[in-house]
């Protein structure tokens, strides 16, 4: 979903009444924290101490190796108001983890013969417009239909506090252009959970919330798993927070009927951890169906995605891995899973700025492995301006390579602008995301290409052309004291205001929970945003003062009154 949960793994008659005791299911065991990896478990507990502080929001995480319980434990603050630390056994929103239920649910149909993975949507969805594709239940799966995401859709932001029915969803994204054929290309995409979820109802005669309740969470003991509900009282469940500027802030509202079954559920580390371990048995699904789940899937022109069903197939330290991450107004969560080392990291957050790559480095500290980050190096001096030129991505997309100062950007048309940090002469990583690695191939002594290597999605190679570098927009000449009537709060959506604020003869603008960026003006009232790739129009009122923006970004216009 709108990005934010993680977990791990835990072991006759002695042991048997601490799990009854504790609330764990088969297959996951508990034991004393002196007879685990004390030494393991004292280095992950250093690396989540330091990553959530005691009055801050936090986490609750576990880790577990071979059905032992290395880790469990809370970090920081389940409520700043009233003062109570988050304790392991609390519950979160795990938001897109969730699409790992919903690959499995659809999979246990499969094994019962209610649906195939070939089957087109219209056999469930007879009145769905497909544009004249044929978008199997595989594509929905592997974010490969070209669906458009309703999360990326402007008009969906204000209906956030709205609940709404499942064909009221759908009705908001059904009839939006295809972003690309399906199978062709890879966009991580909500519409094809929620399309799922319809397609469950459809085939198992249960509602998408049932069918989960009683098929998956109730036959494994997940007692503190639940289809999200906001009115519902649910003990040990916790407030989800954002940051503004300095300062931590009640997450904006969202209506639970939106995320459905790409983030609607809520769990807790431990019941993660029982689901982990009924993974690597046959009690939901079939192994060999399973192992379709956790195949990276091929797009047309034999790339990988990278991506499965519900699960993103990559490699932590030189070991293949599953993972997958959420991140929901209010809270991020992140689930590792080592399976030829039986180890489970699930790292639940109730914060929304992310949990970076804390389940990664927990899981390889089990496994005795260090997991290595890309470290830059100063190239000599001269070298950076043989890779600044023009790239074409594809017939609507060029990639813009510049040099600014003593470093490197790079920029798709209408995105935002990245730094690129050198790792060797012709290997870059991007500063915002290490783990997206950037080369230069040569051709005849120069710089032919360029090829992006994200941890998800396929591989992009972008050719060199002969054009010009755009020209850069030189900044407006004016009065800067004309900020001060600019400066002021700008309500976007509800609780995700835009603060424009005058720092001498600059226009400064910050997002709820993002850093401070500059605005730099293209004229009295129309202003650029380079690192984000936006542009800002001012409105005046009659008397000249600003009474609200607009923001253009990636091809959506989004207004915004000021309220302060």
Known sequence: MIQRSSNVLQRLILVLAVIVLMGYGPGISAQPAKDANAATAAAIDELLSKSFKPGDPGAAAIVVKNGNVILRKGYGMANLELGIPIEPDMIFRIGSITKQFTAVATLMLVDQGKLSLTDEITKFIPDYPTQGHAITVEH????????????????????????????????????????????????????????????????????????????????????????????????????????????????????????HAAGSIISSVDDLAKWDAALYTDKLVKQETLKRAWTPYLLKNGKSAKYGYGWLVTELAGMPSLEHGGGINGFTTIGVRVPQERIYVAILTNRDSGTGNLGQRAAALVAGRKLT????????????????GVYKVDEKQDLIITKEGEALYFQRTNTGKQEMVPSAEYQFFSKRNPSLVISFKQSGGKIASVLFKPPIGPD?????????????????????????????????????????????????????????????????????????????????????????????????????????
């Open 140 to 259: 929905l799966l592997t974010h490969t239909s070209g669906i458009k995401s309703y999360t990326g859709l402007p008009e969906w932001r204000p209906l956030w506090r709205k609940d709404v029915s499942l064909k009221e969803m759908i009705d908001l994204f059904k009839n939006k252009p295809m972003e690309f054929a399906p199978g062709e290309s890879w966009n991580y995409n909500n519409s094809g959970y929620v399309l799922l979820g319809q397609i469950i109802e459809k085939a198992s005669g249960q509602s998408y919330q049932d069918f989960i309740e009683k098929n998956i969470f109730a036959p494994l003991g997940m007692k503190q798993t639940f289809y999200d509900n906001t009115a519902r009282v649910i003990p040990r469940r916790i407030t989800g927070y954002s940051k503004s500027g300095a300062n931590w802030v009640n997450s904006d509202y969202l209506s639970m009927s939106w995320p």
């Open 460 to 564: 992009e190679e972008a050719e060199r052309t002969d054009k010009a570098l755009p020209k850069p927009k030189e900044a407006a000449a004016f009065d800067p004291a004309i900020y001060d009537k600019y400066a002021g709060q700008y309500e976007l959506m509800p609780n995700f205001i835009l603060t424009l604020s005058r720092d001498g003869d600059k226009l400064m603008g910050q997002a709820t929970g993002q850093p401070m960026v500059q605005l730099v003006p293209e004229s009295a009232v129309k202003f650029s945003v380079q690192e984000v790739g936006a542009q800002i129009e001012i409105v005046l009122d009659e008397k000249g003062n600003a009474a609200s923006l607009i923001l253009y970004q990636g091809g959506q216009k989004l207004p915004a009154k000021k309220i302060k």
């Open 373 to 388: 980050e890309p470290i830059a190096v100063k190239l000599p001096a001269g070298t950076l301006e043989k890779y600044v």
